[in-house]
Every structure is written in structure tokens, then in C-alpha cells.
């Protein structure tokens, strides 16, 4: 029973689990749980957890690699369908594959295999993996890794302590194992396999906020939450939990990580019952969780529409190189603010640029450069009724295709009279007049990535001296960021040729670890011809010093964009304009991730390079350490002049 | 001239050269520097060096993309084929890529452009390229990778200064730019592009011993030699060059870096002459550097012949997969200091075995387990004569190929009375009689790696409860490296799958960053059957505190035998037995390097894995930094079983 059924609500999230106790009868732990109780599915051992080989001194029953083991039940009774949807496979913890001693090591390595072997072939789609014991998990890793290459696909989940227990506790220490840290260690000796995730575990004390934030850009899975964490009011006797929890909960069920209750303890308490006559008795905790979820402002329309693009790494569009299809001004027109924005700004332009004295007499020449199927035409149209200013409009559009629909809308609206449609490339175009306004909407995710300098370079030969352009100006703003997931794709898709394409990518599962900051910035029209398109900038991050050490992915990419002066349509996140749809975050990806500790800096070189056919970015990291120069001579991704 | 013809020198390390200033007359200066004068090339501008178009005030003057630079003459009495055999090409070492000046960064791009492409239209093999400004060379490395991903096919060799100079030394100090660390920054940048190099200036404070070694593992094509680092003797009036300095030539010799004097301040005091009359006036510059070549001592035939060989990647042999080919037996029973030393101990375990009084009663049983084509029974014949006992020998060969000659030389010397050829592989011979010792030399270069342990298990079955194993045990050995070549090779080999695959080579250009230690360790006869031949070893290297930073590429494996109580074959460098020639250090890659600090701990582990079918090593860094578990399932390299 998930945690609310509402159209639409697809997110994992809204899965709530229950970690329970070893039971030799799994069909009635599905039963009384699933079946007759509150949860979606059941985080189970798959071995007595009791029987310990190295603690036995009877050298006759120490585990052999042949011998059967006492696993739990197979259970004819539970169909591999219902193992694969209904349970998490939980391996047991004690096994402590980095010991000292051999044998306990050799043991664990045997087990470990074991269960996982009997895991695939019940076809559990999950196994939960025992947290790294000390700081030390090279073995572990190995096994694991070993596990990962062959041939099955199950999904590896290890556990990791989120904070710290009371004991753990004590105020300004800072010698704790950051466990962010063990699990960076352990995917990296496994090379970022997509199969190894994590499951957190809640504890009492949770880390600084910068420090949990590291986790969003990983491959997190669940949370484990134990009746422990929960509080007793004094008054009625009902249940809470801290509020720093809720919270933290809350933010889980954000980045579609789905809670597991660790039952363990109240479960042993209750009187187990498989009649169903009295209520789960966790069903009070689910409650709770339940409620965090309904309390959540529900995702809007746009979100939902969103949630299949989430983290999908797509390759930009190049419109200087291919014709754009219906389908894509069908989605950009969508964008309710921008075109208001730019109505406004042009509104102002026209006001500034005739007096209402001379309204009457002066027609206001205009040039939408890139015009598509109009949109910027009607911005323009309806601008100049608001601003009672007389207009005469050039739509100088590349792509005949937009052109014929184009055409449709004047001839509809009857603007004929004072719209003309030019299909042409601007740069080729021989205007037969200066215009007063040049408005264009060439702007890319990073700005001037789609090459709104260069065509714009091309339209100022036929713009007045003291004309304006609309947009004014705009620049470029970088973050660097953990995106765990963001960076495997960069390196599995094959079109992202040596991993180094910049993306266009609705980011979700990722951490921003430190405030944006301004790369390019471009300015029309330019004070003087021929100033240069090519840039440089040397970028540097300061990590906060309460994130702990982190690792650095890629960068997002951004864009603050002035329409005309107080107009802005902005992306950077601190800034953003509400609501603007048409353009998601760019990513830069690093060929190999760099890891960066609290309170250092990471320096950051980009620069914009301009050749006879083309324009690309390069970019390289110089501190902490260097990184190879990425995208060299634009040889994965670029623009065509 | 080069600075020694002897037979068999082909090392690039005779030929030296010569820095000069700019002339437009370049066909005179190569008349009196090479053929009239006493060097093999000359390190030459390609631009007149007063020549700085930023302190130039006049904007009509200031350099533009398409304004003719003034050039070095590119006189038609020069061939091609002389600049490209004669000439390095020395790019304006005023060039600053890295100013915080935007015109001044941008011109020092274009100028830089320019005069690659001109020495690239001469087919100049090589340029020099200036020292990077200051710390930061990110826009320096992304001018200089744009050219190395580009058509040409150019060495560029970057100059930095090797020690200091007086101005700079104050003991205790060391807040001096590492020279070596701006050197792996600007390479990482580059990704350790092939054609990117790296040319020293030897200064007057040399670095520390262990600093200096961290070259050893770089592409240094030569180093410069200022004529300012010579000295005057008082009496007499003759040149020489301080001790340090000239150990330092000494090894760079060997390490086959060539030198280049240079003489810009001799040459400009002489009187520039082309007659020829007068000797050229760096000839005792030049005798001095040559002298120091000539007391070297020659390389041995030996060396002579692995010339070839160095730092040449070689995937191991795999005897238990394909039957070894008689040019490799012809190889290996050269080595007579292994051969000698397998009679020595034969002889001692003879002579433990059987009791004086007894010599003439029993004969020992001895099996040589993997005879090929001889040489273990020719020892073991010889030992028993040296010895004084009976023999009775089972040669187990399962290569039928080397039977046939084994048969040869066993009729030949008339030995068939008592030795017996088994053709069968060893593990499925059933054997006659117990042996009292076994013999075998199916040590690789690992010790372990060609499954000397799995054949020995096989042997064991027949060998006596006392019985004696020659060898009775082996270690292998690791040791932490410098070594871009291998590395970059490790990366481009196809046959190197993953870049994973450990490689047997004669290594050179390498420097050897910490003490080998121990790692795994198998003795013969076993104490009881079925002890594993798994192994995993933890080992901690320090890295020294005078090293500076340094990059790991990987691991050099040795290993060392005891054949029998005090006679070893021993290839671990500061124990190796002497003269010793069958095996080649083993090399592990890693796939990325890592960086070390000085006086930092590298945490490295290694695994002997053993499956049903084959046996293979996996092995991961965790400290500074986790690498990925390399060779995973012993996807890239393994043995058959």
C-alpha cells in the first residue's frame, strides 16, 4: 500500500518498506506485512542470523565451501515473481570481509557469495550489503566488484550510517568515520558499477547540512529508519519524530529515495499474529512516514511532465547546423514567461525609443532575428499596442519550413500591412533598412552556446548606430557539482564521444557544492566591430568547510540573460526567474571525477574558442589537481558557423 | 661529431648540441657549429628575439594574425633535410600564455601558432618551448594541446630548470616552485600526449638525490648545459665542471638524455668566424662533456643486446596455455649464473640426501619437473658427478617438441642408463616411484605468475615425505614507479586489455619511488595438501621526504628464490644475484595515475586469485586515493589452469 495513491505519482518514493527479522517461513512474513499489513515490500535476511562459523570451535562444523547453509526457507509456497517485487535480500551483517584473520576473511568472502548466489536465483532484484567494517574495505570491494562483473544483475546495495548514534555523539569531534567517504572508497575500487548503490541508515544525530547534501548526487536507493528514531509524546502517548528528521525525510522523499522501517525491535515485542484481527504493529510508524508525504507540496503539472526527463543527459541542439522541428517550437511557444518578459522589454524599448509625442508619426523599424513560427513576432505586436507606438517588422527566419507557418499567423492576424518575412539566413540578409531594434531569442543553456554572439555579430551591420538589442546582454554562470549518475551516463553514451560532450539535462539527483559564479559575458550591439568572440575565464570554488570532502562530476552550466534593462529572463539558480520552461541546466562532465576536501579550493579553467567553421568550449580543472584539457579543439562537441 | 663512436652505441645520449642566437643567415650557422665545428645540432630561434609586440606602442606596428613575423631566414640553402636532422626549433621564450593581459596572452597564442607552423612547413622534427610563467599554465598547456591534436606530427619539448640558481638558494627553503611539479600539471592538462616532452635546464643548485630521480621516469629528451655552469681552474686556465654536475651528466647519459650546451654568451664575446681557421670557442665546453661520456663505463654485451628491449612491453609467457617455441629455450640456457646455481644447490640437497658411506648404494630419485629441452638434467647430472652420489632422474616434459631434443641430448651424453623422459604434463603423470627431490624452474618473472605453485601441488603427490623441492621457496616483490612511458604504452596496446594486463619488461626510464617489499610468499613441499594458493597482501610505502610530489604509474614485480638453503636466484634490485639473466622485471599498470606526496603513505593491495580454470591478480591503490580494483575476475591477464 503505498504512501498516498494520487495520479500521476510514479516516484519510487511513495514505496514504504519494512526491514523484519529472519524467519525459516517467508510466506508468512509476506502475509502479515504486504498482504495483510501496511508495507510494500520486506528487507529480509537470507541466512539464520545466529549461526556465526568463525565463533565455532568444533572444527567439523566450520562453514566449507560445500556444505549446505542454513538459508532461509525457499520456500515453494513464494513464486519468484513475488520474491523479485516483494523483498530486499539482506545479507548478513556480521560478515567482516576485511578482517585481520584469514579465515574469518575467506569465510566471509564464501558466504557473501553464497547468499548472493541463491539471491539471483530466487531473482531478488536487490540485496542489501552489511556497512564496511573500520576504515579499511579493499577486500570487501573486491568480492563485490567480483560479484558485479559476472553475470548477474542484481542490484548491490550497501549500508551506510547517515550521522551518528547518541553514543557516537559528542559535540566539535570530528574523528568519526565519514562514512560519505567509506562508500566513496568502495565505488571507486568498483569503478562506478551501476548495479552498487547505497542505503542510508538514519541515526539520531544527523551531519551538517552540506554534508548530508553530498548523498543527492549519489545512487541512493532507501533509508533505513528504526522504530528507535521515533518519540513518544507524553500526552496521549502518540508517536513523532524530531522535526530535524522530519525534514531530513522529507528531503528524501524529494530526491525519490524511499523509506524502510527497521521493525526489528517491535516486531520481536508484538505477538505475532497471522490472523490479521489486530492492527501491524508498526502500522503506527508507516503513519507517520505516510503523513510527511501527504504534507509534501504536491509536484506540479510541469514537474510531473518533467519527471522522465529527470538526470536524461541530452546532446543540445545545434540550430545553425540543422533545421529545427514543429515539435520543438511546439514546446518552446509553451513558455508563458518569457514571451511576457519580452513583450515588456520591448514594450520599454519602443516608449524610450519615441516619445508619445511623436507615437503617431514614427514607425519603430524591428528585426526579430530567428523569428521560427512568430512567437517573437506577437511579443513585438502586442509590446507595441501596450506602448500605443507604431511598428514595422522585418522576421528574418532561416528555416523555411517555420517560414510557411509564420506566414499563416500574419496573414491571420492581418498584419501584413507592417510584418514582412524574411527567409534567409541573417548573416546573408541585405536589409533595405537600419533597424531601431534588433530582437532575438538565440539563447542556449549556457548563453552564448548556441551561437548568439556570432549571429548577432551578423544582424548589428544593419542596426542603427544607437539601436538596441534585445536581449542586451548575457552572461554565463558555473557550479561544480557531485552527479554521480550524470557522470556514468557521460561516459556510457556513446554519442558523448570521450565523455566530454556538454548536455542539456533537467537536473535532479545531483549536489551543487558551492554558489555559482559568472564565466562569460557578452554585450550587444558591441562598442566596436570585429571585438572578439573567443573568452577566458579562471574560475575558483571554495568548498564549504562543513561538507567534508566531496567529489566533483562536472559543472552546471547557467545563463542571466537582461532583456533591456530591469528585464531579465535568468536560469542561475539563486536568481532564477519563476517558472521560465525552455531551458535546463547545461553539464560539463570531468573524464575522471576529482575529489576536493572541505575548505579547499578548486580552480576551474573554460574558455570559448573560435575557429574558421566552428566555436567549442574547452574546460580543465588545475586544483587540487590537474585534469586533461577537455574537449580539445572541439573535438566532441561544438557549434558550426 | 657525436661525442664517442664505439661499436653498438646507437644511444641518442653521444650527440650533442648546441643553443645559439638568432641569424638570418641559418646556412652559416650550421657551417660553423656542425660541419666546421664540434657538434651533432644546433637549438635555434625561429624569430628574432628582440622582437616583443606588446612593448610596442605603436598600434600600426602591433602584430596581427595576418601581418609576415619576422622570421629566422627561411634561406633556400637549407634543405629540409637539414633543418629536420639539424635543427631544434627554440620558440620565443618571452612568450607569456599565461598573463593576467588579454592581448598580451592572445598575441603570445598567435605568435606561438605561427612559428610552429613554420617550423612544421620545415619539417623541424623537434621545438623547445619556453618555461611556463609562474605557477599557472592552464591557457600555456591548452595553446600547446590544440597544436598536439592537431596534423603535425611535432615533438614540442618544454624547458624547465632542473635545481636553481645561486639567486634562488637559501638553505632550508622551500617555497620554491617545484619545477617538476609544474611539469605533470602541464602534461595531465595535455592527457600525456606522445609528442609532448620535456627539455631541463641544469642550474647551479642541483635538486636532492631522490627529486632529481623523478625525471628518469619522464619523456626528457635532453637537457641544456649553460656555458656559465663551467668553471675555471686557476692554475692552468682549464675548464672543468663541479662534481655534482658532472655525476649528474654521467646519469643522464645513461638514461639516454642528450646534452646541449649552451653558449649563447661564449659565442657572442667570440668573434663570429666562418673560415674556419680558428678552433670554434665552445670546443672545450664541448671536450669536457664529452670526457665525462668517455670514462663512463661501456655497457656490458648484455646490455648491448636488451637495448632494444628497454621499457618494450611484453605480455608474459603462458606455459600451461600454448608449448613454448625452441628460440625461447635457445634464450633462456644462456643464462649460466642460473644454471650454476641450480647445480650448487642439486648438489648440497645430494649430499644431505645420501650420507658419504652410502654414495655408492642408493641412488637419489630426482624429477625434473618441466624438463624442456635439458638443462635442469644436464645440472643435475653434473651436480651428482660434483657430488659423488648415484642419480636416477624422471625428466617430466609435456611440450612433445622439446622431447625430441631432450632425447638428443640424453643419447648424446650417453645418460640413458639412468635418465627416463615422461612426456605427459606433470599433474596427470603417474609415477613409479617416489622422488626424493624435485626439480623445476617454472619461476616467472612474479615468482608465482606462471603457476610454479599449482605444477608443484601436482608434483608434490609423488614426491617422499621428506623429499626435498628445488626451488623450496619463493617471494615476490613490489616496488612503486615513475614511468610514463610504460604507462602511456600500457594505455595503447591494444593486447593490454583495460590497460590492466602486467607486462614483463627490461625497465629504464623508470624511477623506483620507494623500497620493494614482500608479497607473496610459497614454499615446496607444502605442510598439508589443499593450502590455498589464494593470497592477499596490504603493503604501505613511504614515499621520502625529499622526493616531492611524484606520480605513481604502476609497480615494478620481482621475486627471490631459495632454491636450497643458501643458493638463491634473486631478482629484487638491491638483493638481485648477479648477472642473472632469464627475467625481466613484471609491470603493473594502473589505469590512472596517482599522485603522491612526499613523506605520504601508498596503500596498495594485491590479490592471487584462484578460480576453477585459471588463476589471475587483481590489485587496487586505497590511500592517497581509491583506483578502480584493477583486472576484475582476471578479465584482462590471468593463467590457465
Request: aromatic fraction near 10%.
Amino acid at each position: 500500500m503505498p504512501l498516498e495513491s494520487r495520479e500521476g505519482d510514479t516516484s519510487k518514493a511513495r514505496l514504504c518498506g519494512v526491514e523484519i527479522g529472519f524467519s525459516y517461513t517467508i510466506t508468512d512474513s509476506i502475509r502479515f506485512n504486504i498482504d495483510q499489513g501496511p508495507f510494500d515490500f520486506i528487507l529480509v535476511p537470507l541466512m539464520y542470523p545466529g549461526f556465526v562459523p568463525t565463533e565455532d570451535n568444533d572444527p567439523n562444523s566450520r562453514i566449507l565451501d560445500h556444505r549446505l547453509l542454513p538459508y532461509a526457507g525457499s520456500d515453494f509456497n513464494v513464486s519468484c515473481n513475488r520474491w523479485n517485487k516483494l523483498a530486499y535480500g539482506k545479507i548478513s551483517p556480521w560478515l567482516d570481509l576485511d578482517s585481520e584473520d584469514e579465515t574469518t576473511r575467506m569465510d566471509a568472502e564464501i558466504i557473501l557469495k553464497k547468499q548472493i548466489e541463491w539471491a539471483s536465483y530466487l531473482s531478488i532484484k536487490a540485496c542489501v550489503l552489511p556497512t564496511p567494517k573500520g576504515n579499511c574495505c579493499a577486500n570487501y570491494a573486491r568480492c563485490v566488484n567480483q560479484i558485479l562483473q559476472g553475470p548477474n544483475n542484481m542490484k548491490l546495495l550497501v549500508r551506510f550510517p547517515f550521522g551518528m548514534s547518541d553514543d557516537d555523539y559528542s559535540p566539535g569531534s570530528n574523528d568519526l568515520v565519514d562514512s560519505w567517504k567509506t562508500w566513496n572508497s568502495f565505488r571507486l575500487l568498483c569503478d562506478y558499477h551501476n548495479q552498487l548503490m547505497v542505503v542510508l541508515d538514519i541515526m539520531r544525530v544527523l551531519p551538517p547540512e552540506n554534508s548530508q547534501k553530498r548523498w543527492y548526487g549519489e545512487p541512493v536507493t532507501a533509508a533505513i529508519l528504526d522504530s528507535d528514531m521515533f518519540l513518544t509524546k507524553t500526552r496521549g502517548n502518540t508517536l513523532y519524530l524530531p522535526k530535524r528528521h522530519q525534514k531530513l525525510i522529507a528531503d528524501f522523499f524529494d530526491h525519490d529515495i524511499r523509506i524502510i522501517i527497521s521493525g526489528l525491535k517491535v516486531l520481536n515485542e508484538a505477538q505475532f499474529t497471522t490472523e490479521g484481527s489486530k492492527p501491524h504493529p508498526l502500522l503506527p510508524y508507516r503513519d507517520q512516514v505516510s503523513n510527511i508525504y501527504k504534507q509534501m507540496v504536491p509536484p506540479s503539472e510541469q514537474e510531473r511532465l518533467e519527471f522522465g526527463m529527470r538526470d536524461f543527459l541530452q546532446l543540445p541542439l545545434r540550430p545553425l547546423r540543422n533545421y529545427t522541428q514543429a515539435k520543438s517550437y511546439d514546446t518552446w511557444e509553451k513558455d508563458k514567461v518569457k514571451y511576457i518578459n519580452y513583450e515588456i522589454a520591448i514594450c520599454k524599448a519602443l516608449r524610450d525609443r519615441v516619445s508619445n509625442e511623436k507615437a503617431s508619426e514614427i514607425a519603430t523599424v524591428l528585426v526579430v532575428v530567428g523569428a521560427g513560427r512568430g512567437p517573437l513576432v506577437r511579443s513585438s505586436v502586442q509590446a507595441a499596442k501596450r506602448a500605443g507606438r507604431k511598428l514595422k517588422v522585418y522576421a528574418v527566419e532561416k528555416n523555411p519550413q517555420a517560414a510557411i507557418a509564420l506566414d499563416e499567423l500574419i496573414r491571420t492576424n492581418n498584419w501584413s500591412s507592417f510584418v514582412y518575412i524574411v527567409s534567409s539566413d541573417v548573416r546573408d540578409w541585405k536589409a533595405p533598412e537600419r533597424a531601431d531594434i534588433l530582437v532575438s531569442d538565440l539563447l542556449g543553456s549556457f548563453g552564448d552556446n548556441e551561437l548568439s554572439p556570432e549571429s548577432l555579430d551578423g544582424a548589428q551591420r544593419f542596426l542603427k548606430k544607437d539601436g538596441i538589442s534585445i536581449p542586451s546582454s548575457y552572461t554565463s554562470f558555473l557550479q561544480p557539482l557531485t552527479a554521480s549518475k550524470l557522470y556514468k551516463d557521460a561516459k556510457e553514451i556513446k554519442e558523448i564521444l570521450h565523455s566530454e560532450s556538454a548536455c542539456v539535462v533537467n537536473m535532479y539527483n545531483v549536489d551543487r557544492l558551492a554558489p555559482s559564479q559568472e564565466v562569460f559575458t557578452f554585450t550587444h550591439p558591441k562598442s566596436f566591430v570585429g571585438e572578439s568572440n573567443q573568452r577566458y575565464q579562471k574560475l575558483c570554488f571554495m568548498i564549504p568547510n562543513d561538507t567534508g570532502s566531496a567529489m566533483v562530476h562536472g559543472f552546471a552550466g547557467y545563463f542571466n540573460a537582461t532583456l533591456y534593462k530591469d528585464v531579465f529572463l535568468r536560469t542561475e539558480p539563486s536568481t532564477a526567474t519563476p517558472k521560465l520552461k525552455t531551458w535546463f541546466p547545461m553539464f560539463f562532465p570531468l573524464r575522471t571525477p576529482i575529489c576536493v576536501e572541505s575548505g579547499s579550493r578548486l580552480e576551474v579553467h573554460f574558455w570559448r574558442c573560435v575557429g574558421y567553421r566552428k566555436v567549442w568550449y574547452e574546460w580543465c580543472v588545475t586544483s587540487p589537481s590537474s585534469s586533461p584539457i577537455h574537449n580539445c579543439n572541439g573535438r566532441s562537441c561544438w557549434m558550426d558557423l
